[in-house]
């Protein structure tokens, strides 16, 4: 099976199934998170520092979404 097809075949299995609205449901109250993002460069020029925190952010979320 070739890649777009396999991603094809996650997106409609994901879909059917609903498996993103079932993980947000399936947490408890007290294991929901919310960030808040200012502006992406508030200082005016990108650094390895924007980069690190929005790479931390996203990754432990997904992380913890998937357990």
Do not use: C
Not at 1 to 7: A, S
Not at 25 to 44: E, H, I, K, L, W
């Amino acid at each position: 099976m070739d890649h777009k097809k396999v991603i094809e075949s996650l997106n409609t299995y994901r879909k059917e199934n609903d498996t993103f609205k079932k993980s947000i449901n399936s947490r408890p109250a007290s294991m929901q998170v919310v960030t808040f993002d200012g502006p992406p460069f508030a200082s005016g020029t990108p650094h390895y520092g924007h980069a690190l925190v929005s790479i931390m952010k996203d990754t432990l979320g997904r992380f913890k979404t998937m357990q």
